[in-house]
């Protein structure tokens, strides 16, 4: 089975987890950017998947990140960019992207992103700020 989604719109990646003290307690949460790009991401598998149940085999995950170059940069350098002359070097991190997408998809597209034992993944420039995600069996190769 291969399944593959696209998440419109700038990527984002995992936000560090935020603390607060109650009291004596301290509580671990997820600030409010991060929550709502792991929604997008979540929505947008739940549509890939159509209904099907999580894959629960080891897979491959290939993710092409796509980042929108500045406004403010000259048009040769744009043409750079966008050629793919010039690779990404930027924010958002792209390890912190995978790990938005892999929680995200967590019991969507698969049961645990422990299953996930390849991941393919790649950050470039592109007029169109997205993600594309490619989730496989590694045995569908």
């Known amino acids: 089975m291969i399944v593959f989604f696209t998440v419109t719109g700038a990527p984002r990646g995992k936000g560090r987890p935020k603390f607060a ?47 929108e170059p500045v406004a403010s940069c000259s048009r040769k350098a744009r043409e750079s960019m966008l050629s793919g002359a010039t690779w990404p070097a930027k924010k958002p991190d792209l390890d912190n992207v995978v790990k938005s997408v892999l929680d995200a998809c967590n019991g969507i597209t698969f049961v645990d992103d422990a299953l996930v034992v390849r991941i393919n993944a790649e950050k470039r420039y592109s007029t169109v700020g997205r993600v594309e995600v490619t989730l496989q069996g590694v045995d569908d190769f």
């Open 21 to 67: 003290r109650r009291g004596k307690h301290t509580h671990v949460y997820t600030d409010e950017k991060t929550v709502a790009y792991e929604t997008l991401i979540a929505n947008a598998a739940k549509v890939a998947m159509a209904g099907l149940l999580p894959m629960s085999e080891p897979l491959e995950m290939v993710l092409r990140v796509y980042v």
